[in-house]
C-alpha cells in the first residue's frame, strides 16, 4: 500500500494562489498514476489532475490554465500549484494514488481543505 499525506490547503481571497502538496511513502516511479480530486458538498468527487510516471498529465477542463501538477521523485512529493482561484474551487482536495494501471488497488491521503472566498 501506499501511504500519503496531504498539505497545504487553507483559506484563499479568490485570485490568489495555493500549493498542495502530497508526500507519499514509496517512489513515484514505482507508481503508475497520482492525482488530485476534490469534493465539494453535495457534490460528487473529480478528478482535477493527474501525472503518470511516465510524466503524462491531464487535467480538468474547469482547471485548464490555472492549475499545474508536478513531482519531485527525490522527495517522493506530488505537487498541486493552484492559481486564480475562484469560489467553485473551494472543495476538500484529496491526493490519490494508483499503482498499477489495470488493477483495482489506489489509495487515498486524507483530504486537505480549500476555501476560496473573500
Known amino acids: 500500500q501506499v501511504q500519503l499525506v496531504e498539505s497545504g490547503g487553507g483559506l484563499v481571497q479568490p485570485g490568489g494562489s495555493l500549493r498542495l502538496s502530497c508526500a507519499a511513502s514509496r517512489s513515484l516511479s514505482s507508481i503508475y498514476a497520482m492525482g488530485w480530486f476534490r469534493q465539494a458538498p453535495g457534490k460528487q468527487r473529480e478528478l482535477v489532475a493527474r501525472i503518470t510516471s511516465g510524466g503524462r498529465t491531464n487535467y480538468a477542463d474547469s482547471v485548464k490554465g490555472r492549475f499545474t501538477i508536478s513531482r519531485d521523485n527525490a522527495k517522493k512529493t506530488v505537487y498541486l500549484q493552484m492559481n486564480s482561484l475562484k469560489p467553485e474551487d473551494t472543495a476538500v482536495y484529496y491526493c490519490?494514488?494508483?499503482?498499477?494501471?489495470?488493477?483495482?488497488?489506489?489509495?487515498w491521503g486524507q483530504g486537505t481543505q480549500v476555501t476560496v472566498s473573500s
Open positions: 490519490n494514488s494508483r499503482p498499477l494501471a489495470y488493477s483495482t488497488d489506489e489509495y
